[in-house]
């Protein structure tokens, strides 16, 4: 049933040590968003991807890179991870960009702690 | 810029209990209008949305108004049940189209049997 699937749910990794989180869906959506949410505070959207068209945060640092090799895998790289960085990250999809008519779907997030 | 401001939590109620959680938003334009809800251990999911002024949507027994005169969408539910113990985000996106959602910083609540 697992529609939008993150892995690993649990990440540690070393202060600068690239890292790369991933995400997949089974739902054939062309659209893919990455959230980071940091304690206590409200998701915010880092990127999208429609289809094979990157759309990037004005304010989301050069650190965060973002591939998507085709339509159901999409993965976050954290090219130099800082304590700041540690959040919970959150991946979802949608069918189009119409908000107001679509639904995104979330998966369970992948938490990342940086030592 | 576009915000949303939700009651803060935590937020603990008695089973069977009348809920009220606030939401205000500060958006340019007309806002389509969501509530999210996080169970533990999962992704959010999209409980129920608005897209427009004095529509009402509901899913599950909650409730939420689109209010543009007070610039508000309380979720609202008649007797809360321990399953609805989770966090509850309020969301907003300016423009249909426009793929960005403006979260809350969400509100945990807690039905206590």
């Known amino acids: 049933d697992a529609m939008v699937i993150q892995n690993p749910r649990y990440q540690v990794t070393q202060f600068g040590k690239p890292v790369t989180l991933s995400c997949s869906q089974t739902?054939?959506?062309?659209?893919m968003y990455w959230y980071q949410q940091k304690s206590s505070q409200a998701p915010k959207l880092l990127f999208h991807?429609?289809?094979?068209?990157?759309?990037n945060e004005a304010d989301t640092p050069d650190n965060f890179q973002s591939r998507r090799p085709n339509t159901s895998f999409c993965f976050l790289d954290i090219r130099s991870p800082g304590l700041g960085d540690a959040a919970m990250y959150l991946c979802?999809?949608?069918?189009?960009?119409?908000?107001?008519?679509?639904?995104?779907?979330f998966g369970p997030g992948t938490r990342l702690l940086v030592l | 810029g576009d915000s949303v401001t939700q009651m803060e939590g935590p937020v603990t109620l008695s089973e069977e209990a009348f809920l009220t959680i606030n939401c205000t938003y500060t958006?340019?334009?007309?806002?389509?209008l969501f509530w999210y809800v996080q169970y533990p251990g999962e992704g959010l999911q999209l409980l129920l949305k608005?897209?427009?002024?004095?529509d009402k949507g509901s899913n599950k027994g909650f409730e939420a108004t689109y209010r543009k005169e007070t610039t508000s969408f309380h979720l609202e539910k008649g007797s809360v049940q321990v399953s609805d113990s989770a966090v509850y985000f309020c969301?907003?996106?300016?423009?249909?189209?426009?793929?960005?959602?403006?979260f809350g910083t969400g509100t945990r609540l807690t039905i206590i049997p």
């Open positions: 979802a999809t949608s069918r189009s960009p119409g908000l107001a008519l679509e639904t995104q779907y």
């Open positions: 739902l054939n959506h062309n659209v």
């Open positions: 991807y429609y289809d094979k068209d990157f759309n």
């Open positions: 958006a340019t334009g007309y806002p389509s």
């Open positions: 608005a897209t427009k002024a004095d």
């Open positions: 969301a907003l996106s300016t423009s249909f189209g426009n793929e960005k959602l403006t």
